[in-house]
Structure formats: C-alpha cells, structure tokens
Nanobody, 128 residues
C-alpha cells in the first residue's frame, strides 16, 4: 500500500512563497508519476502539476497554465519525496493542496481519476 503525507502549507501574503512536501511510502516510488492538485471551497479539484522520472537525472514535468513560471515541481527519489515550490503566490492560489501518485506508465496525467493514491491535503492560504 502506498501512503502520501503532505506538509508545508500555511498562511502567506500575496507575493510570498511556500514549499510543499509530500513523503511517499513504498518501495517503487521512482516508477510512479506524482501530481499536485488543489481544491478551493465550492470548486472542483484542479490539476496543478505532475512529474515523471525517466531515469538518471531526467524528469518530465507539466503545469497548468495559471501556475507556469511561478510553481516548480521536483522529486527526490532517494528520499521518496516530491516537492512543490510556489513563488509569487496569489490570493487565487488559496486552496487545499493534495499530492497524488499514479501507476500510469506514460505521460504526466492531468485528471484526478487517473491517480491511484492521495494524501490528506494541506491548506494554503494567501492573503491580500
């Protein structure tokens, strides 16, 4: 069984930064694509970014348009951890952020239904 535990959320002013972490249990961490989703109150869960490791130092990442050039996803296979560095935060980034893992072997899936395992979520609140 794979378990994911997020941390690093909190309250930050607009323009600030936060770094989310997601620790993933399991011995096949490197074979999973990992994603971050977010859900604001009364809104559907939204894809933020995903990353797939392709061997060596090569990772492929994908981002939703609204976070490109502000957010960066990375992974450390030795630590079984995926990170989300969020810079230039905006009020509209306020949401519960979830990390997720999928056994899909191709691409960087963007749909929540494609993911097999989920963390419990961490709250990010950006104030104006």
């Amino acid at each position: 069984q794979v378990q994911l535990v997020e941390s690093g959320g909190g309250l930050v002013q607009a323009g600030g930064s936060l770094r989310l972490s997601c620790a993933v249990s399991g011995r096949t961490f490197s074979s999973y694509a990992l994603g971050w989703f977010r859900q604001a109150p009364e809104k559907e869960r939204q894809f933020v970014t995903a990353i797939r490791w392709s061997g060596g130092t090569t990772n492929y990442a994908d981002y939703t348009d609204s976070v490109k050039c502000r957010f960066t996803i990375s992974r450390d296979n030795a630590k079984n951890t995926v990170y989300l560095q969020m810079n230039s935060l905006k009020v509209e980034d306020t949401a519960v952020y979830y990390c997720a893992a999928t056994r899909i072997v191709a691409g960087t899936p963007r749909y929540s239904a494609q993911y097999d395992y989920w963390g419990q979520g961490t709250q990010v609140t950006v104030s104006s």
